[in-house]
C-alpha cells in the first residue's frame, strides 16, 4: 500500500536552515506530483509547495517563496523541502501528500520547530 | 491567498445530518471542479474523504457526501455516528498562480 514516511523535523534557531526528506513506497513514485502541507501547532491546514511527478514545475505559497525549495529524486523515490531563513511562525508538523488536485495519500509527518 | 472560510464548529445527535460549509471565491471553490474535503482526528494525519466536489473515494462511507453551488462547497454527513467525532477541512484548487488554498476547518462534535 501507499507509505510516505517524513523525516528532518527538529529544533531550529531563527534564521537557521533544515532540510525535510519524505520517503515514498507502495507507488510508481514517478507517476505522481507530491505536496508539502504544514499544520501549525492547534491550528489548521496550509498548503506549502507542489512538485510535477517529473520535477518540471514547482509551485510555492507565497508565504515561503523564496525561502523554501522543493525537489525530487525519482531514482531515490525521495521528496524533500529545503527550509531556509526559518521564522517562528513556520513551526509545525510537515506532511508530504501524494496528489495533485488532491491529497491522496498523506505521511504522518515531521515537526519542525523554529525557536532560539 | 486567504483561507477558505468553513465554520469553527458544528454538532449533531448519533443518527443525525449534518453539514460543513466552505465559502471561497470564483477563483478558487467557484472556478474549479476540485474541491477536497478532509477528516483528522486529534494526532493523526488528515484523510481524504471526497474529491473533486462529490466522489468518494473506495472504503470511504456513502454517509459522507460533497456538493457545491457557486463559490460554497459543502459537505453533509449523515446518520452521525460517534467516530465522526473530528476536526474537517475543505480545499480547492485556485489555478497555477495560488495553486492550493484549505479552509479554516470545522470541529465535529457528536452529542
Known amino acids: 500500500q501507499v507509505q510516505l514516511v517524513e523525516s528532518g523535523g527538529g529544533v531550529v534557531q531563527p534564521g537557521g536552515s533544515l532540510r525535510l526528506s519524505c520517503a515514498a513506497s507502495g507507488f510508481t513514485f514517478s507517476d505522481y506530483g507530491i505536496h508539502w502541507v504544514r499544520q501549525a501547532p492547534g491550528k489548521g491546514l496550509e498548503w506549502v509547495a507542489f512538485?510535477?511527478?517529473?520535477?518540471?514545475?514547482?509551485y510555492h505559497a507565497d508565504s515561503v517563496k523564496g525561502r523554501f525549495t522543493i525537489s525530487r529524486d525519482n531514482s531515490k523515490k525521495m521528496l524533500y523541502l529545503q527550509m531556509s531563513s526559518l521564522r517562528a511562525e513556520d513551526t509545525a508538523m510537515y506532511y508530504c501528500?501524494?496528489?495533485?488536485?488532491?491529497?491522496?495519500?498523506w505521511g504522518q509527518g515531521t515537526l519542525v520547530s523554529v525557536s532560539s | 491567498q486567504s483561507a477558505l472560510t468553513q465554520p469553527p464548529s458544528v454538532s449533531g445527535s448519533p443518527g443525525q445530518s449534518v453539514t460543513v460549509s466552505c465559502t471561497g471565491t470564483?477563483?478558487?471553490?467557484?472556478?474549479?471542479?476540485?474541491v477536497s474535503w478532509y477528516q483528522q482526528h486529534p494526532g493523526k494525519a488528515p484523510k481524504l474523504l471526497i474529491y473533486?466536489?462529490?466522489k468518494r473515494p473506495s472504503g470511504v462511507p456513502d454517509r459522507f457526501s460533497g456538493s457545491k453551488s457557486g463559490n460554497t462547497a459543502s459537505l453533509t454527513v449523515s446518520g452521525l455516528q460517534a467516530e465522526d467525532e473530528a476536526d474537517y477541512y475543505c480545499n480547492s484548487y485556485a489555478g497555477s498562480n495560488n495553486f492550493h488554498v484549505f479552509g479554516t476547518g470545522t470541529k465535529v462534535t457528536v452529542l
Open positions: 512538485i510535477r511527478y517529473d520535477g518540471s514545475n514547482k
Open positions: 470564483s477563483s478558487d471553490v467557484g472556478g474549479y471542479n476540485y
Open positions: 473533486e466536489v462529490s
Open positions: 501528500a501524494k496528489g495533485y488536485y488532491d491529497f491522496w495519500s
